[in-house]
């Protein structure tokens, strides 16, 4: 027997009990007040009790899978009806916080029982900052804009030249020569205008990194050089800010995320900033356009998991990956290291700004 949430306005609200039958992960991430979990019929001794004088609103994400328990209900004497259109119903009626083209909009993330609808709010209270706007950076920003982060912050002073096309997502011929932060800002805007972009036209530098890092919540290294990547970590660790690392080069990435107090940070695992042209960048070895693409949107998957807390974070782990071999794997990290001049017990480095010299780049390029 179906009911839709109109009839059930009308039914005094005392006498109502609702039944959430989509499991425990989709419950915790948002359900109906007071409703009352219920997997599977065979709980109901415990979980339900039967009050003869209680009306059972029993609902699933859609409202197709709940029908056999109200029948099976029913059968056990409950006054059980099925709600019409689900979850995703109730949502689009009540759901606070949202308007409908919001709610539609993120309607496939939302059903996720990892996401629901408390997730979908701490996206939107999220502020990422993206360092970067290139083969990396063009990903992450389109899927994390997609996805509904609150506030995200693009930097980069480049301008988008005809050499970034083949991998910068974002861009395209219409906007040669603009700034890349101020480009990429309007492509999110048009895609998702529901949310904030701020665009920094100019790369992060030890001048300007603790004032920019410390407004945002997260932290994406989309830069392809080291003096830049020790940066927002060294940065990242003084003001206890998560980050998500990645690197790119021909066919090969590797990504991992730093959460403060619960994992080693970058400069744990690879220590000092190598050499100038010991190891190649892309613009002298090459990378092909769909590798930045997988890479950066793993980035966005880690920012995405952070805030919502869904599964587990490359935290103490390095995810590495061949796209010519299609070997995955994720490498484990050692635990924090004692040394470490960020984060280890005698750290040298407790000031950005004092330690200026060892960030600084000769004909400063981020890609
Ligand atoms: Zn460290």
Redesign the pocket.
Known sequence: MNVSLEEISTWNKDDVIYVDTRGEIAYNHGHIDRAVALEKVTDVEDKLPLDVTKKYVVYCTYGKNSKPIVDELRNLGYDAYNLEGGFRSWLLAYATGYDEDELLRYDRQIILPQIGSEGQKKLKNAKVLIVGAGGLGSPVALYLAGAGIGKIGIMDADNVSMTNLQRQIAFNETMLDENKAEATKKVLEKLNSKIRVQAYKEFLTPDNAERIISDYDFVIDGVDNFETKFLINDTC?LLKKPFCHAGILRFEGQVMTYVPDKS??Y??IFEEIPDKGSIPNCSEAGVIGAMAGTIGSIQALEAIKYFTGAGELLTNRMFVFDALSMNTRIAKLPS??PN?R???EHADIINIKENREEYLIEGCSVK
């Open positions: 660790v080693s940070c400069r744990c924090k290291n470490c960020v984060c280890g």
